[in-house]
């Protein structure tokens, strides 16, 4: 059994860890302390394909695996955690979880 990841995967994740970085990063704190929705966080998320990645591609989703959506996942959660729980609603609510 192969653990690797494939370049799909680690495109990824970098995608989100550079996203992370780059777009939640900055006010995050203010955010949090505000108790304000990231409105225009989540909003990027979704049109960079965060927000459907596993929904059928035939409903406009990204069509992709588990794998893909944890990495996401894990990237987001490591620097915004009201995001990423929009990200795993989202997610549930397409997939019908």
Do not use: C
């Not at 777009?23 to 108790?35: H, S, T, Y």
Request: overall charge negative; hydrophobic content about 45%; glycine content about 10%.
């Amino acid at each position: 059994m192969n653990f690797e990841f494939s370049e799909e995967h680690l495109m990824i994740q970098q995608a989100a860890r550079d996203f992370a970085q780059t777009e939640l990063l900055p006010g995050v704190i203010e955010r949090d302390n505000e108790q304000r929705f990231p409105t225009e966080e989540v909003r990027a998320m979704g049109q960079l394909g965060f927000l459907g990645m596993m929904v059928d591609p035939k409903y406009n989703g990204g069509g992709m695996d588990t794998v893909s959506y944890v990495l996401a996942m894990e990237e987001i959660s490591k620097i915004d955690a009201s995001s990423s729980v929009v990200m795993s609603v989202i997610i549930l609510w397409f997939v019908g979880g």
